[in-house]
Structures are given as C-alpha cells and as structure tokens.
C-alpha cells in the first residue's frame, strides 16, 4: 500500500503534504513525537512498540512507503511545486525496514555529513 509517513513535521508542512497525498491519493500519516525505536515496518504498518520519546530525534523526515518509480517521481514533483521543505526524504527498503528510526535518522545525518565534507 502507498503511505507517506511525516516524522516531525511542522503545522504548514503537515498541511501542504496532506494536500499532495490527497491529490494523489495516497494515505498519509504525521507523527510529532514518535518512538525512536520502532522499527521502520512497524511504524509503516500503524504500529509503535513502546513510548520511550526521551532521545527522540527532532528533525523533519518523510518517509515513502510502497511507491513505485513512476508514482514516487510524481509524488516528488508534486511536493517540491508545493515547497514542501523536510529535512530529510527517504524510501522504505527491504535493507531499512528493520532498523529503527533512529538508526535510520543517524545514517542520515552521517550521509548529509559526508556530502557536505566533499562540497
């Protein structure tokens, strides 16, 4: 199933990405403060393991879930015409679906890191 996932998304962020999942129709769901430790598939399937928010990463992130090219190249078109700004995109794969967001939000920042070194 196509879901767009919003991890600490700001009011105005949450509304423009609500409107191009609607437009789309893709379901979308925004989490403000979201375990840290859930896995990626069990966020993606509506399920949160625990309630530990105390080291919760704060950065904006929205993360695709069962896209296919051609409607995640919409989807991205889509959300730059609306000037949807997050800090981080990224895609569910059978490689992270298992990490936790965390780990997923520190590889992130690590590959942002390495980018910026060689600019």
């Given amino acids: 199933m196509e879901k767009i ?7 105005e962020t ?7 999942a609607n437009r789309l129709k893709m379901n979308m769901t925004s989490m403000s403060d979201p375990d840290p430790d859930s896995l990626l598939e069990d966020l993606a399937q509506g399920r949160e393991v625990s309630q530990d928010v105390s080291a919760n990463p704060e950065a904006s992130l929205l993360l695709f879930c069962g896209l296919r090219e051609k409607r995640l190249d919409k989807l991205l078109f889509e959300l730059r015409r609306e000037e949807v ?4 995109k990224a895609i569910l794969t059978p490689v ?3 990490w936790t967001l965390r780990h997923l939000c520190l590889e992130m920042q690590r590959e942002k890191a390495a980018i910026s070194r060689k600019s």
């Fill in 14 to 20: 949450e509304r423009k990405v609500r409107n191009v």
């Fill in 5 to 11: 996932l919003l991890f600490h998304g700001d009011t």
């Fill in 96 to 98: 992270n679906r298992t």
């Fill in 85 to 88: 700004t997050v800090e981080y």
